[in-house]
């Protein structure tokens, strides 16, 4: 009895054997257009490496930039902690951060890009007819970036080597006028904000002066001595005050159960039960005559007081900005650009010649594939159908 034999399976060797195959036919096809192969990527990489001599070249300058270190420096702090609660309170303001972004904002703004456009005439050299058009050339030539190293570079594309030097030097030293007007640091803002209340303390300081020369000093006033008693309570009021900016400010960045916040408010809450200690023990004048020059002699200390506190912090945010030298430090400044950076000639004749032999290597297989098709009844049926299609396309197109 005879078994019959399994069938065999075509094997993988098969298969390699037509892919093989099928590449050799590829590199034979291409071997037999190595002429055309050769010729025509280099006649492409020439005539494109031609062209690209009649672009215009175009030179990059380059300058670096290191905005200032937003951090207050140990004097300045030991100085805050020598100016008692309301320093300490207020200082807190200053925790402010400016991270390069804003710096690379404010140099990508209108006003410094309307003030280089203005210097150098950029409209005319971009032929631009309206301003915004000039601001968008320009914002098209120029990179402003920051890297890891915390310096900001710019870079600046330019048809005149000189003028692209200039422009990117500019860039820097309007950015210098700009923060003259703006408090961009941590400690222009401290002065700043210092010197709006010192403005403020010093107005209310004026009137309550001015009230308590018109109330009069007589005898018995001069009896009671009222700078002795009224001090305390015009330095635990600036106090309480003092300690109500530092909560404010806190609020904003601080829940109600964090720690130093609950701190804070028992220290004002203590503040605030000495103060009543204080008024109780205050001058007693039973017979009313001279309640209304303490009431206001106390008003007047209470500003007095205030406006000194101002008055030293502010000193100290000048004294820090002062500290702080050139606001912006420059790294390297741009200098006149020895070569072009565009058009890279090279490299424009290699890409137009590796995608013209690309273009030719596709051509050529196309034509192979559609000469083989030829050979097949089905193939040529096809083909048949397709030109016909192809050419009733182009009758209807062309009726």
């Known amino acids: 009895m005879t078994h019959p034999l399994p069938q065999e399976q075509p094997s993988s060797d098969s298969s390699d054997e037509e892919s093989s195959v ?126 890891k190293d915390s310096l900001i570079t710019i870079e600046v594309d330019d048809e005149v080597p000189e003028r692209a030097a200039k422009i990117a030097n500019s860039y820097i030293s309007r950015l210098q006028e700009l923060t003259k007007t703006l408090a961009v640091t941590e400690a222009s803002q401290r002065r700043l904000f210092f010197e709006r209340q010192l403005g403020d303390a010093k107005d209310k300081l004026v009137k309550a002066e001015i009230a308590l020369k018109d109330s009069g000093v007589g005898k018995d006033v001069l009896k009671i001595n009222p700078a002795a008693a009224v001090g305390r309570v015009a330095q635990a009021q600036a106090a309480i005050a003092a300690q109500e900016v530092r909560l404010s400010v806190m609020r904003g960045s601080m829940t109600e159960a964090n720690p130093e916040y609950r701190q804070a408010l028992a220290e004002l809450q203590s503040l605030r039960g000495q103060l009543k200690g204080l008024e109780r023990d205050d001058v007693q004048d039973p017979d009313g005559k001279n309640s209304e020059y303490i009431a206001k002699y106390r008003e007047f200390k209470y500003f007095e007081t205030l406006m000194e506190l101002f008055a030293r912090q502010y000193e100290m945010a000048r004294s820090d900005e002062a500290s702080n030298g050139a606001i912006l430090q420059v790294v390297a400044p741009a200098e006149v650009p020895e070569y072009k950076s565009k058009p890279k000639r090279g490299l424009i004749a290699m890409s137009a010649t590796l995608l013209a032999f690309i273009a030719c290597v596709l051509w050529i297989l196309m034509s192979r594939a559609l000469s083989r098709m030829a050979e097949t009844p089905e193939g040529a049926e096809k083909l048949a159908a397709l030109r016909a299609a192809l050419g009733l396309r182009r009758r209807t197109a062309s009726a």
């Not at 420096?73 to 020598?82: I, S």
Request: hydrophobic letters at 50%; proline letters at 5%.
């Open 22 to 147: 099928s590449l050799v036919d590829i590199l034979l096809v291409l071997l037999d257009h190595k002429r055309l192969l050769t010729l025509v990527p280099l006649a492409v990489g020439v005539v494109a490496l031609g062209i690209s001599f009649l672009i215009k070249p175009t030179f990059t300058a380059t300058a670096q930039m290191m905005p200032p270190q937003q951090q207050q420096g140990g004097a300045v702090a030991a100085l805050l902690g020598a100016a008692g609660g309301m320093a300490g309170a207020l200082g807190s303001v200053a925790g402010l951060k400016n991270p390069n972004d804003q710096w690379i904002a404010l140099l990508k703004s209108r006003p410094i890009a309307d003030g280089i456009i203005s210097e150098f005439k950029l409209r005319e050299v971009y032929d631009s007819e309206y301003q915004f058009q000039a601001r968008l050339a320009l914002g098209g030539s120029t990179r402003i970036q920051s890297g």
